[in-house]
C-alpha cells in the first residue's frame, strides 16, 4: 500500500512538472510571436501562475498561426503555382487589365499577389431568396463542373435542395465538388453526406485540426462561401445553407448579401477554392477552366482577396485598415459583429476627424451573446468618436457589407471582428466601379430605412450587471 502511495505521488508530480514545462513553453512562444502587449502580458501571467488550465486553453486559441496551409499566392505549389503564374499572365491582356490602378487598389493588389482585372460584371444578390435561386439556376445549367463550398450546411429544406441539384448534375456527368467546415457544419448528418457520394460527388470536410500541428487549433475555421460553375459564374457572400438564411427560423426576415460574378475576377475565386481543397485532401489538377474570360468591356473592376491564418501578413486586417484609411467621403460598414481592435477603432476616429461620415449597421436581435454584448461597449464611445451607430430592425442582419465614397464597395463573408481579422478563411470581393456602388449605396439606404441609430444613452440605459458583461465579453474578443 506505502509503495503504491509513493507511485501515485510521482505520478502526480510528473503531471505537475509537465504542465509546468508546457506553461513555460508556451510563455515563450507567447513572448515570440504574442499579437499585442496586453494580449501577450495576459497569457504569459496565466501559463506561469496557472499552467494547469491556462495551458489547455492556449493549445486551443493561443496560437495565430495555421501551420502547412497552401500558400500558392506567395510560395507557389507544384499542383497549383502553375494557375497564379496563368492568370499573372493572361491578366496582361489589354481586354482585362485595369489601365490605372490608385495607390489603395496596388495596396490590395499586393497584400494577396493578384491582379485587378476589369472586364468583370457583378450583380446584388439580396436576401436568400434571390441568392438560392441564381445559385441553383446557375448548377443547373453547369456543363462541366460545380464548385460549393460552404461554412455550414445543414439537413433541412433548403439543404435538400440543394444536395438534389448536386446529385442531378452529377447523373448528368457534370463533376461536383462539395466542401465544407468540419466545426461550422458539426451537425450534417452523415446519410447527407454519404447519398453525394455515392453519386460519384466529391466530398470533404475541412478540419483545420486534423495535421499534427494544428491538433488542437479548433478556435480557427474556414468561413468561406462559394459557388462556381464552370470556370464562369462564381457566388460569394454572407449566405450559408441553412433554412434561417430564407427566413424560415424564429429570426424572421434574415437580411444578407450575396454578389454573383462574372469575368475573370471569378477564377480568383476558383483559385481561393483550390487552395482550400487541396489542404482538405491533397488532391490537386481538379481539370478546371482557367481561361480569362471578358464578361463586360469595360466592365467593373474588381479583385478578390481571400484571407486567413495562414497568411504571412494579418492579409484581412491590413485590407480593412487601408480601406478605412482611403475613405475621404463616405465609410459605411454592415457587419452582425463589431469588435474591432484599438487599430481599427483608431483608423475610424482619425477618418471622422477627416470629416468623413462613418456608420456602423449592427443588427438589433442577437445570435452570439458575446459578441453582441462587446459591440455594446463601443456605444458609450460613439459620442467622443463621432462614429454613428445604428440597429437594423426587420429581422436579423448579417450582410458583410463596405461602401467608401463615391466607387469604392466589397462585400464578402468577413465579420468586423477579430475572428474574421486574423482567425477565419474570409474571401472579400472588393469593387471600384461607380455604377455599382452606387446600387450597393440604394441597397443601404433602404436598409438604414429599417434601423434606428443608438449611441452612448442606449449603452447608460442598462443596468450594471449588463455593462459589465459587455466589457468582460469586450476581453474575450480575440478568441471570439
Same mark, same amino acid.
Given at each position: 500500500?506505502?509503495?503504491?502511495?509513493?507511485?501515485?505521488?510521482?505520478?502526480?508530480?510528473?503531471? $505537475? !512538472?509537465?504542465?509546468?514545462?508546457?506553461?513555460?513553453?508556451?510563455?515563450?512562444?507567447?513572448?515570440?510571436?504574442?499579437?499585442?502587449?496586453?494580449?501577450?502580458?495576459?497569457?504569459?501571467?496565466?501559463? #506561469?501562475?496557472?499552467?494547469?488550465?491556462?495551458?489547455?486553453?492556449?493549445?486551443?486559441?493561443?496560437?495565430?498561426?495555421?501551420?502547412?496551409? /497552401?500558400?500558392?499566392?506567395?510560395?507557389?505549389?507544384?499542383?497549383?503555382?502553375?494557375? #497564379?503564374?496563368?492568370?499573372?499572365?493572361?491578366?496582361?491582356?489589354?481586354?482585362?487589365? /485595369?489601365?490605372?490602378?490608385?495607390?489603395?487598389?496596388? /495596396?490590395?493588389?499586393?497584400?494577396?499577389?493578384?491582379?485587378?482585372?476589369?472586364?468583370?460584371?457583378?450583380?446584388?444578390?439580396?436576401?436568400?431568396?434571390? %441568392?438560392?435561386?441564381?445559385?441553383?439556376?446557375?448548377?443547373?445549367?453547369?456543363?462541366?463542373?460545380?464548385? /460549393?463550398?460552404?461554412?455550414?450546411?445543414?439537413?433541412?429544406?433548403?439543404?435538400?435542395?440543394?444536395?438534389?441539384?448536386?446529385?442531378?448534375?452529377?447523373?448528368?456527368?457534370?463533376?461536383?465538388?462539395?466542401?465544407?467546415?468540419?466545426?461550422?457544419?458539426?451537425?450534417?448528418? +452523415?446519410?447527407?453526406?454519404?447519398?453525394?457520394?455515392?453519386?460519384?460527388?466529391?466530398?470533404?470536410?475541412?478540419?483545420?485540426? %486534423?495535421?499534427?500541428?494544428?491538433?488542437?487549433?479548433?478556435?480557427?475555421? &474556414?468561413?468561406?462561401?462559394?459557388?462556381?460553375?464552370?470556370?464562369?459564374?462564381?457566388?460569394?457572400?454572407?449566405?450559408?445553407?441553412?433554412?434561417?438564411?430564407?427566413?424560415?427560423?424564429?429570426?424572421?426576415?434574415?437580411?444578407?448579401?450575396?454578389?454573383?460574378?462574372?469575368?475573370?475576377? $471569378?477564377?480568383?475565386?476558383?483559385?481561393?477554392?483550390?487552395?482550400?481543397?487541396?489542404?482538405?485532401?491533397?488532391?490537386?489538377?481538379?481539370?478546371? &477552366?482557367?481561361?480569362?474570360? =471578358?464578361?463586360?468591356?469595360?466592365?467593373?473592376?474588381?479583385?478578390? @482577396?481571400?484571407?486567413?491564418?495562414? +497568411?504571412?501578413?494579418?492579409?484581412?486586417?491590413?485590407?480593412?485598415?487601408?480601406?478605412?484609411?482611403?475613405?475621404?467621403?463616405?465609410?459605411?460598414?454592415?457587419?452582425?459583429?463589431?469588435?474591432? +481592435?484599438?487599430?481599427?477603432?483608431?483608423?475610424?476616429? @482619425?477618418? $471622422?476627424?477627416?470629416?468623413?461620415?462613418?456608420?456602423?449597421?449592427?443588427?438589433?436581435?442577437?445570435?452570439?451573446?458575446?459578441?453582441?454584448? !462587446? !459591440?455594446?461597449?463601443?456605444?458609450?464611445?460613439?459620442?467622443?468618436?463621432?462614429?454613428?451607430?445604428?440597429?437594423?430592425?426587420?429581422?436579423?442582419?448579417?450582410?458583410?457589407?463596405?461602401?467608401?465614397?463615391? +466607387?469604392?464597395?466589397?462585400?464578402?463573408?468577413?465579420?468586423?471582428? &477579430?475572428?474574421?481579422?486574423?482567425? &477565419?478563411?474570409?474571401?472579400?470581393? @472588393?469593387?471600384?466601379?461607380?455604377?455599382?456602388?452606387?446600387? =450597393?449605396?440604394?441597397?443601404?439606404?433602404?436598409?438604414?430605412?429599417?434601423?434606428?441609430?443608438?449611441?452612448?444613452?442606449?449603452?447608460?440605459?442598462?443596468?450594471?450587471?449588463?455593462?459589465?458583461?459587455?466589457?468582460?465579453?469586450?476581453?474575450?474578443?480575440?478568441?471570439?
Amino acid at each position: 500500500m506505502l509503495v503504491l502511495g509513493q507511485e501515485l505521488w510521482v505520478l502526480v508530480l510528473e503531471l $505537475v !512538472s509537465l504542465f509546468y514545462l508546457f506553461g513555460i513553453l508556451f510563455a515563450v512562444h507567447a513572448l515570440y510571436y504574442g499579437r499585442t502587449s496586453q494580449g501577450t502580458i495576459a497569457w504569459v501571467i496565466a501559463l #506561469i501562475s496557472m499552467p494547469f488550465i491556462a495551458t489547455l486553453f492556449y493549445a486551443v486559441f493561443g496560437f495565430y498561426r495555421f501551420t502547412g496551409y /497552401v500558400k500558392a499566392r506567395r510560395q507557389g505549389d507544384p499542383h497549383l503555382g502553375y494557375i #497564379i503564374d496563368a492568370i499573372l499572365e493572361n491578366a496582361n491582356l489589354e481586354s482585362v487589365q /485595369v489601365d490605372k490602378l490608385t495607390p489603395f487598389m496596388e /495596396v490590395s493588389s499586393s497584400l494577396v499577389n493578384m491582379p485587378f482585372s476589369k472586364a468583370n460584371t457583378a450583380h446584388l444578390l439580396i436576401d436568400g431568396e434571390a %441568392t438560392f435561386e441564381a445559385i441553383f439556376k446557375a448548377i443547373e445549367q453547369a456543363q462541366s463542373y460545380v464548385l /460549393v463550398q460552404f461554412y455550414i450546411i445543414k439537413d433541412d429544406e433548403l439543404g435538400q435542395a440543394l444536395k438534389q441539384r448536386l446529385i442531378d448534375r452529377a447523373r448528368a456527368g457534370v463533376r461536383v465538388y462539395l466542401l465544407y467546415d468540419d466545426v461550422g457544419s458539426h451537425a450534417l448528418s +452523415d446519410r447527407y453526406l454519404n447519398d453525394l457520394r455515392a453519386e460519384g460527388i466529391e466530398v470533404s470536410g475541412f478540419a483545420t485540426f %486534423t495535421r499534427w500541428k494544428n491538433r488542437f487549433r479548433i478556435n480557427f475555421r &474556414n468561413h468561406r462561401k462559394i459557388v462556381i460553375v464552370d470556370g464562369e459564374v462564381a457566388f460569394v457572400g454572407g449566405h450559408n445553407v441553412g433554412d434561417e438564411y430564407v427566413g424560415k427560423s424564429h429570426f424572421g426576415h434574415w437580411r444578407d448579401t450575396h454578389v454573383e460574378l462574372r469575368g475573370p475576377a $471569378v477564377k480568383g475565386v476558383q483559385l481561393a477554392f483550390c487552395e482550400d481543397w487541396f489542404w482538405a485532401t491533397d488532391k490537386g489538377h481538379l481539370g478546371l &477552366n482557367w481561361q480569362l474570360e =471578358v464578361a463586360e468591356n469595360p466592365g467593373t473592376a474588381a479583385l478578390v @482577396l481571400p484571407s486567413g491564418p495562414a +497568411d504571412d501578413r494579418e492579409t484581412c486586417s491590413l485590407f480593412f485598415i487601408d480601406a478605412i484609411n482611403t475613405a475621404q467621403r463616405r465609410l459605411w460598414i454592415v457587419s452582425p459583429y463589431f469588435v474591432p +481592435d484599438e487599430q481599427v477603432m483608431t483608423a475610424l476616429e @482619425l477618418a $471622422v476627424l477627416r470629416g468623413v461620415d462613418v456608420r456602423v449597421m449592427l443588427p438589433e436581435k442577437v445570435d452570439h451573446m458575446l459578441v453582441y454584448l !462587446s !459591440s455594446f461597449t463601443y456605444l458609450n464611445d460613439a459620442e467622443k468618436s463621432g462614429i454613428r451607430f445604428f440597429r437594423y430592425q426587420d429581422g436579423f442582419l448579417h450582410q458583410k457589407v463596405m461602401l467608401i465614397d463615391e +466607387d469604392i464597395s466589397m462585400v464578402g463573408t468577413a465579420n468586423f471582428d &477579430n475572428r474574421s481579422f486574423r482567425i &477565419n478563411f474570409e474571401i472579400t470581393l @472588393l469593387f471600384v466601379d461607380r455604377v455599382f456602388a452606387q446600387q =450597393v449605396e440604394c441597397m443601404l439606404m433602404e436598409d438604414f430605412a429599417q434601423c434606428r441609430e443608438v449611441g452612448r444613452k442606449d449603452y447608460k440605459e442598462k443596468p450594471i450587471w449588463y455593462r459589465l458583461a459587455s466589457r468582460f465579453a469586450r476581453l474575450m474578443a480575440p478568441i471570439q
